[in-house]
Structures are given as C-alpha cells and as structure tokens.
C-alpha cells in the first residue's frame, strides 16, 4: 500500500507529516512521491489564515477528481483544519478521514476502517500526547537538515490566533527523547537540527522522579554540546519569554546559529494589548538591545500583521518606525485575516476595510525589502561559512547553503555537494539571497 502526503502550514506541520508517515509505515504503508499512484493521500492543513485554508478546499476538488478516476483511493485530511472544521471536512465528498494533530496514532485503524464502515474521524485533542516515541520519517532529500519538535500546542492566547483552538495545551516533551532523536539524526548524518514549538522559551520539563527541570536555555545547551560540528536552530522565541539565558547559552556555543526569529506583529502599544501579545514595544526594543549586546553578529527575523482590529493610521506608522529601528534581516508580513471563534472574532471588528490592509501591507513590505537589501549589500565583500542545503533552484551547476545567520548563499557548484561545510564570500546581493564565490 502507497501513501502520498502534501503539507501546508509551518515547520511543525512539516514535522507532523513526519510523524504520520513514520506511523503509517509501520502499518504497511510505503510513501510515494506522486497522488497517481497512491492508495491513500492525505494532506496536512494549516488554518492560520483563510487564504491558506482555501487552498487546501482546492486540492480537495482535485483529490476528489482523483477519486473519480481511480476507485478505492481512501482521502484523509490532517492537521489544524481537521481540528477546526471536524465533521464539517466529512461532508466533502472527497473526504474519507479526518484526523486532528494529536490523532496520528490512530491512523492506521483509521484508514483500515473506512473500507468496512465508511467515513472516519478523529479529532480529539490530548493533553499528554507528543509523540515522544516515534521517529519521524524524514522527507527531505538530501539529508541535510531536520526538525525536531520539542513541544505540542500553545497556551498563549494571541486574540487573533487559531493555533491554541486547533492545537490544544501547551505541552513539552520528555529531554531525553528529544536528545535521543537528536543523536538519531547525527548518526545518519545530518548536520543541523532545527529545534521546534510555536514559543520555545516556555519549554519546560520536570523529571517526575528527580524533580530536575529542564528550561529551553538548558536544553539548548546540551543539544549542542552532544556534537560541536552539528548546527543548531530553533524557532519561534516569544518576546515576552525570550530570556537572557537563552542568548547566553548562544553565546556559549559557536554552533548555536547566529539568527532569531522573534515576531513582533506590531510596532503600537495599543495594537499590542488587543492582541494580547503581554508585552509593550519598549520591552520588545529592550530585547533586541540585549540579543544586539551579547550577540552582535545575529540576525534578527520576524512576523507582522498588518490592518488588526482598529488599527489607525498612527498605529501603521509604529510598526513601520519599529521596524526601521530595528532593522530586521527579513520578516514575514501578512493581513489580518479573522479566525472564527478566536477572541478577535468574538470581540473586535474586524474593521480595517479591505483595501487599507493591503496598502498598509505593502508599505511594510516595500520598507522591509529595502532594509533587507541595504543589509544585504553591506555583506558584500564578507566571507561565511555555508552548510550546503541543495542545488540551486535556477541552475544545477550551482549550490544553494545558509550562512549561521540563516542567509541563503548561492555560488557555483566547484565539486562540493550538499551537507558540505564551505567558506564563501559574498559579491553581490539582493534582498533575498546572497551570490558568492567559493574561497579555498
Ligand atoms: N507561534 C508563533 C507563530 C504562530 S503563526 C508566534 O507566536 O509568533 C505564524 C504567524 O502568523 C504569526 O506570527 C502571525 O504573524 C501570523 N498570524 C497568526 N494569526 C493570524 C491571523 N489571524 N491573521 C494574519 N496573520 C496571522
Ligand atoms: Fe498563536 Fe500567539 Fe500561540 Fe503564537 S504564541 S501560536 S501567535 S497564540
Ligand atoms: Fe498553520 Fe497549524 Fe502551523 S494553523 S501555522 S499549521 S500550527
């Protein structure tokens, strides 16, 4: 039996996808790398945004083709859209399963059940599941980098957020599995390890018999030291959380990549207490001046919505001055898109008419990617170590690796190949991507 899966969303999605086809091997299940030939396809969904949900509504419509004209493909749809629209996904005539984020285990009874009795579903959420135990199938190619979740759902309540609705409880997992998989991964030759959960700094492991907790700063550190050579990443730091301690750890260890990811979504005060984000633009700014003061070669990256509930002219203009005064490497920029059943949903208008969020949106764009271009056109000139990731998506005959501040770096192939560690210096630049020559 043949299992084809897409996947929608972040990294963890990416992660979970993993963790399902590592279960549904288990039960039988080979994966394939095209739906032509799958006895099952699933597809891993994201609700953060409805843009992103309609995406999904229009692979069913193929998958549902698909069906047509190849009976006994069973179709079953995962992740945070399963768990947002349950039994609603069911009446889809494409769909055959629904199975939310923490149901992956039943899969297998799951799928073998719709050939005796129909349509299945399962999305009960867990307040102890993480897959601590599975190892995940990896579906990278070249072997290079890996995820590794260390944690399941969110307990914040951003108001404007789905994921605590669709993901449940915040829960950490077990050190030592985490650390196990880690050594998994070196062994099979993998050369950075990209630590996961949607706010890392609230990581948190009590040994029930030593009574020993383990922090994110903690477990950062002894992921790094089990081999100087592998690089570490992590993602996503909460600027209400993001400690001291976790910057020192860094610090402390050269192979701990010089880059966080640390979403700001707005520049105003008042945007900030409606999203419930716990923290001001003053704390936000006093993080960036320690990550500047005890790490002054990291890059700093970060998420924006523009056009919440209410946002004014004056508050558009905080987050572009934010912005300016931070001078991230990149950002993720989006509009704000209303989640049903979320507090935003329940208590603001979404107000901002349609056009505005879009010219807002733009205006933060437009000023990012310059920043980002002048950032990048003062790296001209400078040498970095690259991991190499692949080939380059324009030419074979070229190699695409990121510098420790997460700087996709293209240059000419020259016999290196990926997972391959090479010194490069930098000629020219855009906003995106850094060309460079190999230096012997
Ligand atoms: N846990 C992470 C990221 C969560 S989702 C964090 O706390 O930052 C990734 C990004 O999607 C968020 O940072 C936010 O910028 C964006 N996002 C989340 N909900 C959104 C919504 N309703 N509309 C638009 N963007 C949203
Ligand atoms: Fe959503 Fe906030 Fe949790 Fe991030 S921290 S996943 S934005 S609720
Ligand atoms: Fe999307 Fe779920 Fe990730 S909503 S961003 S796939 S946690």
Same mark, same amino acid.
């Given at each position: ?16 996808? =993993? ?13 394939? =790398?095209s739906m032509d030939v799958a006895d099952l396809i699933l597809i891993n969904t994201c609700s953060v945004r409805d843009n992103a949900e309609q995406r999904v509504m229009g692979r069913l419509d193929v998958f549902?083709? =698909? ?42 009874? @799951? ?18 599941? #993480? ?50 998989? /880690? ?52 993602? #996503?730091?909460?600027? %209400? ?59 700093? #990256? ?11 002219? =004056? ?27 979320? %507090? ?68 000419? /192939? ?6 391959? #560690? ?11 991507? @850094? ?6």
């Open positions: 039996m043949k299992v084809f899966i897409e996947t929608y969303g972040c990294q963890m999605n990416v992660n979970d996808s =993993e963790v399902a086809l590592s279960i549904l091997q288990k039960a039988g299940y080979d994966r394939c =790398e549902r083709q =698909e069906k047509r004209r190849r009976s006994g493909v069973v179709v079953g749809v995962l992740g945070c859209m399963a768990e947002r629209l349950k039994e609603k996904l069911l009446e889809h005539p494409a769909v055959d399963i629904v199975a939310g984020p923490d149901a992956y285990r039943d899969l297998p009874r @799951l799928v073998a059940a719709v050939t005796s009795s129909g349509k299945q579903i399962n999305t009960i959420l867990s307040h102890e599941e #993480t897959y601590g135990d599975i190892a995940p199938v990896r579906m990278d190619r070249d072997g290079v980098t890996a995820f590794i979740s260390i944690m399941r759902g969110c307990n914040n309540v951003c108001s404007y957020c789905i994921v605590p609705f669709v993901r449940g409880a915040e829960r950490s997992r077990d050190p030592h599995s985490i650390l196990r998989e /880690a050594r998994c991964l070196i062994e099979a030759g993998y050369k950075e390890i990209n630590l996961l959960g949607q706010n890392v700094d609230s990581y948190r492991w009590t040994d029930p018999e030593s009574g020993e907790t383990v922090d994110f700063a903690g477990l950062l550190e002894k992921v790094a030291e089990l081999d100087p050579k592998i690089r570490i990443r992590f993602a #996503t730091s909460h600027p %209400k959380d993001m400690s001291d301690a976790v910057l020192l750890a860094m610090s402390r260890h050269a192979n701990i990549c010089r880059h966080i990811h640390l979403p700001v979504q707005s520049g105003s005060n008042a945007m900030l207490e409606k999203m419930n984000r716990k923290y001001t633009r003053e704390h936000y700014l006093g993080r960036i001046a320690r990550i500047r003061e005890i790490l002054p070669d990291c890059a700093i #990256t970060t998420d924006v919505i523009a056009g919440f509930c209410g946002e004014t002219e =004056e508050d558009h203009q905080a987050t572009l001055s934010l912005m300016r005064d931070v001078r991230y490497d990149s950002a993720f920029m989006f509009q704000y898109s209303e989640r049903p059943g979320t %507090k935003a949903s329940r208590h603001f208008p979404d107000d901002v008419p349609a056009e505005v969020k879009t010219r807002r949106l733009n205006e933060i764009i437009a000023q990012q990617n310059e920043i980002s271009q002048a950032i990048n056109r003062s790296l001209e000139g400078q040498c970095f170590e690259v991991l190499v990731e692949c080939t380059s998506k324009r030419s074979e005959a070229e190699l695409m690796g990121r510098s420790s501040q997460n700087k996709s770096c293209v240059f000419p /192939a020259a016999g290196h190949k990926p997972g391959d #560690t090479v010194k490069v210096r930098v000629l020219s630049s855009t906003s995106a991507t @850094l060309r460079c020559e190999v230096v012997e």
